[in-house]
């Protein structure tokens, strides 16, 4: 992007109609982080960095334990050092493992991870637990992600992935536009209404008014909360694909294949708690998320090359 800022970023701006200061580092050096926060003066940090696919996770334990797990201690050194003892933590619904109820509340079980992206998000939420109890001007409000979908409504930023996606969503819509050839259904014998695996899906301006609303509930002193960002209701994959068939006027064709290792049948959040604490709810229904998927390549920067269909 212009003046070494990355194109999303510039993006934002345009949409804030505000600067962004922004400053690229490896969360896991520590002698970067300690400069950034000597830098600058902060009075929160929401913590984001960290690696995300369950398949990846599986294949590459010892690389999410190095960066998810020592990225976030070199951050939190980093914050004590400095006097900033407040945080927004992106954490996730696979803590709660395999569901013993539905929908899941934040009392559900924890831990019984069935990957290590998930176990390095369980790991981190016991490490904020700990310090909160241990020190008590820290403040936390720990996030339970479930499955965030969609762009902003202007089109100008949201989900592109240039590699082979590791999400549902933009992989369905880069076979809606003919990017690429199929989808592949990981298992159709679940326990389930269609066989698929049934998740809840959130979209992502819903995500980011959750974090807001997390920042105003820092303010109160609060200790370390936690709470799920969800919408409540459960979608199958091929209940997926057909809404985006809907909303995309394509076909999406799909195979069905073998189950994928880490998965559960069945996930998606009771959001109560979130509602009565956080004064949070989300707002956009499925046909609205579904619509507001950006095109695959619409988000390139001008002259930027679009990948070429790539045939699975």
Known sequence: GADELPESLRRV??????????????????AALRELFRKHRFSAVMHFAGLKAVGESVQQPLLYYRVNLTGTIR???AMAAHGVRNIVFSSSATVYGDPKYLPLDENHPVGGCTNPY??????????????????????????RYFNPIGAHESGMIGEDPQGIPNNLMPYVAQVA???????????????????????DYIHVVDLAKGHLAALKKLRENCGCKIYNLGTGTGYSVLQMVRAMEKASGREIKYKITSRREGDV????????????????KAAFGLDKMCKSNPRPGLLCAPGYPRPSPVSL
């Open 177 to 199: 536009v003919g990017r690429r050839d199929v989808l592949s259904v990981f298992g159709a014998d679940y326990k389930t209404e269609d066989g698929t695996g049934v998740r």
């Open 13 to 30: 701006q345009q949409i804030v109609g505000q600067p962004v200061l922004f400053q690229e580092l490896d969360i896991t050096d520590e």
């Open 118 to 143: 998930g176990k390095s998000k369980y790991f981190i939420e016991e490490m904020i637990r700990d310090l909160c109890g241990a020190e008590k001007d820290w403040n936390a409000v720990i996030l």
């Open 265 to 280: 049948a069945s996930c998606y959040a009771d959001p109560a708690l979130a509602a009565r604490e956080l004064g949070w």
């Open 75 to 77: 951050l939190l050194e």
